[in-house]
Nanobody, 117 residues
Framework: QVQLVESGGGLVQAGGSLRLSCAAS????????MGWYRQAPGKQRELVAT???????DYSDSVKDRFTISRDNAKNTVYLQMNSLKPEDTGVYYCNLDIIYTPNDVWGQGTQVTVSS
């Protein structure tokens, strides 16, 4: 069974940086598309970035050129480097694993990111 554990959230001033990590257990990581999502207070969860098993990345327009998603298959870990953070980036960030060939996915417990102005 796959489990995802996020880390790296915290409080940072606007313009600062944070790096989130998501470690996956099990054997599906290497063949799975991984994603980072976020949910701000009172808002729906939204996609931030994805990376396929082959390393192809995609970003929401709101974070493009500021955030970078990457993965280390040897460590079963996906990262989100967040630079030039803005107060509107505040929210709980969730890691997601899209289980290949199924409609199912796995979510982590989330990590809080707070950007102060």
């Amino acid at each position: 069974q796959v489990q995802l554990v996020e880390s790296g959230g915290g409080l940072v001033q606007a313009g600062g940086s944070l790096r989130l990590s998501c470690a996956a257990s099990g054997n599906l990581f290497k063949i799975s598309t991984m994603g980072w999502y976020r949910q701000a207070p009172g808002k729906q969860r939204e996609l931030v970035a994805t990376i396929t098993s082959g390393g192809t990345t995609d970003y929401s327009d709101s974070v493009k050129d500021r955030f970078t998603i990457s993965r280390d298959n040897a460590k079963n870990t996906v990262y989100l480097q967040m630079n030039s953070l803005k107060p509107e980036d505040t929210g709980v960030y969730y890691c997601n694993l899209d289980i290949i060939y199924t409609p199912n996915d796995v979510w982590g417990q989330g990590t809080q990111v707070t950007v102060s102005s």
